[in-house]
Nanobody, 120 residues
Framework: QVQLVESGGGLAQPGGSLTLSCAAS????????MGWYRQAPGKERELVAT???????DYGNAVKGRFTISRDNAANTAYLQMNSLKPEDTAVYYC??????????????WGQGTQVTVSS
């Protein structure tokens, strides 16, 4: 089993910044990718950003140019730097990972989510 613990959510003003962290722990043999998704009330969960083991990144159209994903591979931790926040960024942000828990078994795991609210 792999556990993901998110932190860093909270309240920010429009135009402000927040940084989210996601630490993976447990039976980790090798992490394939880590990423962030978000879900606003009444909406489907959507991609925010992902980063694979090779360092390639992908971003949702709504956040390109404003958000940056980074990873500390030694610490199995991913970060999401969110700048120029907008009220429409308000959502629960979920950390996700695809990882091998043993040499022959991989799966996907989700964190419990952290609330981000952008409001004046």
């Amino acid at each position: 089993q792999v556990q993901l613990v998110e932190s860093g959510g909270g309240l920010a003003q429009p135009g402000g910044s927040l940084t989210l962290s996601c630490a993976a722990s447990g039976s980790i043999f090798r992490i394939i990718a880590m990423g962030w998704y978000r879900q606003a009330p009444g909406k489907e969960r959507e991609l925010v950003a992902t980063s694979n083991a090779g360092g390639a990144t992908d971003y949702g159209n709504a956040v390109k140019g404003r958000f940056t994903i980074s990873r500390d591979n030694a610490a199995n931790t991913a970060y999401l730097q969110m700048n120029s926040l907008k009220p429409e960024d308000t959502a629960v942000y979920y950390c996700n990972t695809y990882a091998y828990s043993s040499p022959n078994h991989w799966d996907t795991w989700w964190g419990q989510g952290t609330q981000v609210t952008v409001s004046s």
